[in-house]
């Protein structure tokens, strides 16, 4: 079963349709967010919207640093530290995923090959 991939601010100009491969995509935030003026709001939509990330889900970072930072921190807090990320390759023009653990603060496992290290 597919999961969802979440981008994080949408972008018209950009194409992400590549990104449909691991799932249907969804934005947490519209091109004409800004966190400096309501952060709080910003907050509370993305907490809503990845209420139920898991393992099968993605973050598509674009857009405000701020708001991709939000939405990373949320992510990880809701699925146990883990955060699977679709990361752009310029020279083959096409998503990789990236899966990343957290724990104790700090990167734990970063593998980009694959599904997490203690599978």
Known sequence: MAGNVFVTQENPKVDILPAMKWGELSALASPFDQVLMNPGRIVAEVRRKL???DDEDWLLAMGDPAII???????ADVNSG???LLKWDKMEKSYYPVH???WGGGIEELKTD???MDE
Do not use: C, D, E, P
């Open 114 to 116: 694959g599904g997490y």
């Open 100 to 102: 990343i653990t957290l």
């Open 69 to 75: 930072g939000i939405a990373f921190a949320i992510a």
């Open 51 to 53: 209420k139920w990330f």
């Open 82 to 84: 883990r955060v699977n």
